[in-house]
Antibody, heavy 117, light 110 residues
Framework: EVQLVESGGGLVQPGGSLRLSCSAS????????MHWVRQAPGKGLVWVSR????????TYADSVKGRFTISRDNANNILHLQMNSLRAEDTALYYC??????????WGQGTLVTVSS | QTVVTQEPSFSVSPGGTVTLTCGLS?????????PSWNQQTPGQAPRTLIY???SRSSGVPDRFSGSILGNKAALTITGAQADDESDYYC??????????FGGGTKLTVL
């Protein structure tokens, strides 16, 4: 069974940093492209970032480019999202998702990031 | 800036058929955008129903189907059930490693 478990969320002040993790199991992580998607409270889904299977190709939404860094540890089946210079508008539930044919396949349950003073 | 458009809300009677659409603020949606559909019930993580226009994810009932209708992607639910009441999000692959979600459609079954 595919499992994606996010962690690392919490309360952080504006301008602060946070590192999210997504632990994967039940599939061949090292062969899978992975994504981060976020959802602000009461709002819709927003794609954040994608990394290919070996980390050589990475893309970001304009809203996070230059502030967020996606990475992966294929030896330990973990996806990361380093978030710097956080803003109030980054407050959201952050989901990791595996990729299937240019779409999302399996989803985690999300980890909540709150940016507030 | 390109926007992916969806109906904000829709209602369907139990047993009825409903078609939700996914368009672009400029241009037409084609299979080249690899349209996919995701279902989300309140408090739950999203679940991918349809990918690559019309491929059903594992375990998704065949009453959910995807297609291109005119210049939009479409999700059709045939024989709607009470537990189909959810938010439905389409997402398009815009090329160059960029994905764009629509604003979602809140489906009510009543």
């Amino acid at each position: 069974e595919v499992q994606l478990v996010e962690s690392g969320g919490g309360l952080v002040q504006p301008g602060g940093s946070l590192r999210l993790s997504c632990s994967a199991s039940g599939f061949t992580f090292s062969r899978s492209r992975m994504h981060w998607v976020r959802q602000a409270p009461g709002k819709g889904l927003v794609w954040v970032s994608r990394i290919n299977n070996d980390g050589s190709t990475i893309t970001y939404a304009d809203s996070v480019k230059g502030r967020f860094t996606i990475s992966r540890d294929n030896a330990n089946n973990i996806l990361h999202l380093q978030m710097n210079s956080l803003r109030a508008e980054d407050t959201a539930l952050y989901y990791c998702a595996s990729d299937n044919s240019h779409a999302f396949d399996s989803w985690g349950q999300g980890t909540l990031v709150t940016v507030s003073s | 800036q390109t926007v992916v458009t969806q109906e904000p809300s829709f209602s369907v009677s139990p047993g009825g058929t409903v078609t939700l659409t996914c368009g672009l603020s400029s241009g037409s949606v084609s299979t080249s955008y690899y349209p996919s559909w995701n279902q989300q019930t309140p408090g739950q993580a999203p679940r991918t129903l349809i990918y690559n226009t019309n491929s059903r994810s594992s375990g998704v009932p065949d009453r959910f189907s995807g297609s291109i209708l005119g210049n939009k992607a479409a999700l059709t639910i045939t024989g709607a059930q009470a537990d189909d009441e959810s938010d439905y999000y389409c997402v398009l692959y815009m090329g160059n490693g960029i994905w764009l979600f629509g604003g979602g459609t809140k489906l009510t079954v009543l």
